[in-house]
């Protein structure tokens, strides 16, 4: 080993899986559930597109719990995308884009 250079484990870390899943069974009525192993904060949604949806504050996602969502609009598979934006326990910033 060279001098100065840390042993680091030679696996890269496995990338971050997204914890959640979305119901669209019941559309305009979307659930968004973390199937996750931790508690997500500051999760809000944003839409990006034609279509519309109540705003929310944001909230926090227990494992397990969902939040329900309703987006109303004309051929949203085509003319909308949801943002879902969340904080890990670590303080980690993501982003999600959800299709309909």
Do not use: K
Request: aromatic residues 8%; positive net charge; hydrophobic residues 40%.
């Amino acid at each position: 080993m060279a001098r100065g250079v840390e042993n680091r484990n030679p696996l890269p870390e496995a990338a971050y899986a997204v914890p959640l899943r979305v119901d669209r069974s019941r559309a305009p009525q979307y659930t968004i559930t973390n199937v996750g192993h931790e508690r997500l904060v500051g999760v809000t949604f944003c839409l990006l597109g034609s279509g519309v949806m109540p705003a929310c504050e944001p909230r926090v996602l227990e494992v397990g719990a969902c939040a329900g969502i309703t987006i109303r609009g004309e051929d949203l598979s085509r003319r909308t995308v949801l943002l879902v934006r969340w904080f890990r326990p670590t303080g980690e910033e993501y982003l999600w884009r959800m299709s309909f």
